[in-house]
């Protein structure tokens, strides 16, 4: 994924039933194409942030921007330029490691990608890695030469950076 | 005072001055119709939910508050569903009001459940589901603020029947935190007027299209004004129609797919076009490549999200239709005077009289002079209602509208079995003044159990029917682009329409000549019943001009 394609989209929702259900309701009959979508918790009690990534022009995001202000739960929507936010996705892999060579090349990349393993058996290993997807992709790549068994992305979260102007975009 | 769940929706629908209820009870709203049972609110029984919201909905087109529907869980709710679409795709304000099984019983696929927040999720401003009878007052005032500010459109609040005999403390009951909603002032932020004001002063051939959004607050006085102002023709959408008077000069009547072609051709011809209150449908733009392809766009809309959806626009306000004008006439007026005639007004002219449609010769009724001769009839405040199909675009083309609020027809959604159910909303609505409802006999089959209802409530509107006993505008569609190969349209000789309204106790009437419809049009206006004029008409009868799918507006036959 390129980062200057990708647009990160930040929401912060009223923390009630059904509110990831109309916002991905509203994604789907307007026929918006979203790749990563998470959903948590924020500062504010009462308050969840849905932070979405999605590609295309700046014409789509901003319909779609437009359409989601419209949810009455939607009580603040945030562009955010990847080159003026910090944006992290966690990645668990599940890679084989049957022999002890192969096993100790791992261990090499983990370190260089500053990442770690957290679970181990005989046949594999279980390796956490936290960065931008694109260093993920990377280390993807890597790993896909020893065998992946399992992979889980969580998607992208993010924030701007310093004081980012946060954009008024709810109805 | 502690109250039940049902008696506080009703206080709170008449804390929200509502007055009629438009609906069927059954087994989870029965304790709602027992709070009924000793209110003053009047209720409205009618025959099938679809014309519940109908019914809501022509009575909020006409009053411009929201009506109010109810329905019983499962099949009575979906039964609303294509009612709630409607008002949805017309911005019509409406609050519809469904019960729902116990709350325990929620998810379990308990009897008559449905989910039917989730299934009208798409088709409305916003569904509660009520969890605790404390959250009815401010949930029935948050629905009516969401419905009628704004954008205005359908809000859904779905009630557990235990919620209905839970009891509440009014006055302690929870507070709603909508804080993801705020009303608009709707007033047109200077910067975008300034902007306006300067393509308007640049412009030779302006042209001003005015949608729904025109009607809806209440701008037609403002719009006129502006078109007076700058000797502009107005051409309206479907929506529209009523925004200016249609016998005014500058009025050029209805553009799009069906639009007049005069109507087409000056709106192709523009080199500004101000769009107030409209959305740019593939119905009224026709191929939206070339759309205004030589025009720069103003696009006045209260809804943030329509600018550039479709059309890519050179200047927006997005402000209320009434304001925006309003504030572009004063400004306009301070900086230059009334613009007289000029070569693009003697032009419009011209193809106002090029293109004005011929009487048509030929045997039978032809529904183009059936328009005209009801404008001629009927008073000019008369509110006229729609079927879908060639019906409405008969209306549409050739009914003369004089006044906002008085054609009432489903634009977005296309919805048949609308225009019966939408005139006995309209009346209640309007008591003292007459409806007619100009339908076709697909689309009056489809709801046409409601002549019941408006005999029994007495709510007597008219019904003139085209009656060509074929779906007529899929046939005109087979006919042009599929080689006459007409695939199930055809209707048959049932029913007789005349029996059948006087089966319901109204009464009908089949006219031969244009001499017969005047009479009975003249009766019908007397008449203390529902009255079901059946028109006969050639099955080979076409909506003409069209332009076909996919093509520009100057591509029109006609």
Redesign the interface.
Known sequence: MMVDEMNIISLA??DR??VL??VT??IR?RGFNIDTIVVGSTEKE?VSRITMTMKGDL?VV??LV??L????????ITELPPSESVYRELALVKVTAQDQSKRSDILNYLTIFRSRVIDASKDSLVVEIVGSPSKINAFLDLMKGFGIIELARTGIVALGRGRSREKEG?? | MRLSGAKAIVESLKNEKVDVVFGIPGGMTIPLYDAFYDSDLRHILVRHEQCAAHMADGYARVRGVPGVCTATSGPGATNLVTGIGVAYMDSSPMVAITGQVPRAMIGKDAFQEADIVGITNPITKYGFQITSASEIPDTVKTAFLLASTNRKGPVLIDIPKDVFTEEVNPDSSMKLNMKGYTVRSGEPHPYSIKKALGLILSSERPVIIAGGGVISSNAGKELTQLAETLMAPVATTLMGKGSIPENHPLSVGMLGMHGRVESNMIVESADLLIAVGMRFSDRTTGNLEKFGENAKVIHIDIDPAEIGKNVKVTVPIVADARKSLSTLVARLSEIESKRGESEWSRRVNEMKSHYELKKEAGEGIKPAQLMKLLRDLIPGNAIVTTGVGQNQMWAALHFQVLEPRTFITSGGLGAMGFGLPASIGAKVAAPNRLVFNIDGDGSFIMTEQELATAVEEKIPTVTIILDNRVLGMVRQWQCMFCDKRYSEIDLGNVPDFVKLAESYGAEGVRIESYKEFELAIKRSMEAEVPVVIDVPISADEKVLPMVPPGKRLKEVIW
């Open positions: 929702v009223a039933p059904g259900f109309k309701s509203l009959r009462n014409r901003e319909q437009k359409q202000s419209k949810i009455p739960d939607v009580i603040k709810s109805e």
